[in-house]
Nanobody
Framework: QVQLVESGGGSVQAGDSLTLSCAES????????MGWFRRAPGKDREFVAG????????EYAESVKGRFTISRDKARKTVSLQMNSAKPEDTAVYYC????????????????WGQGTQVTVTS
């Protein structure tokens, strides 16, 4: 059974940095395509970043481009989201997701989801 477990959330001040991690277990063979999504209070879940199986293709939401970096360690089966220059509008629950298909901004393309980790950015 595939499990995704996020860690690293917390409360930071605007301008600070934070790194989220996602550990995958329960599957062998071809790596997943991985993504990060977030849901802010009162808003829909939105795509943040995605990375392909080999790690050489990354996509970002316009709102985080240049500030966030997604990366993966295939040997450790972890995916990270480095968040720099955090803004109050980054406050949300962040979810790690895995897909057997391709990098997509559509959450329906991801079959597996973590429980989420809260990130709060104060001004």
């Amino acid at each position: 059974q595939v499990q995704l477990v996020e860690s690293g959330g917390g409360s930071v001040q605007a301008g600070d940095s934070l790194t989220l991690s996602c550990a995958e277990s329960g599957r062998t063979g071809t790596p997943f395509v991985m993504g990060w999504f977030r849901r802010a209070p009162g808003k829909d879940r939105e795509f943040v970043a995605g990375i392909n199986r080999s790690g050489n293709l990354r996509e970002y939401a316009e709102s985080v481009k240049g500030r966030f970096t997604i990366s993966r360690d295939k040997a450790r089966k972890t995916v990270s989201l480095q968040m720099n220059s955090a803004k109050p509008e980054d406050t949300a629950v962040y979810y790690c997701a895995a897909s057997t298909n391709f990098v997509s901004r559509d959450p329906r393309e991801y079959e597996y989801w973590g429980q989420g980790t809260q990130v709060t950015v104060t001004s």
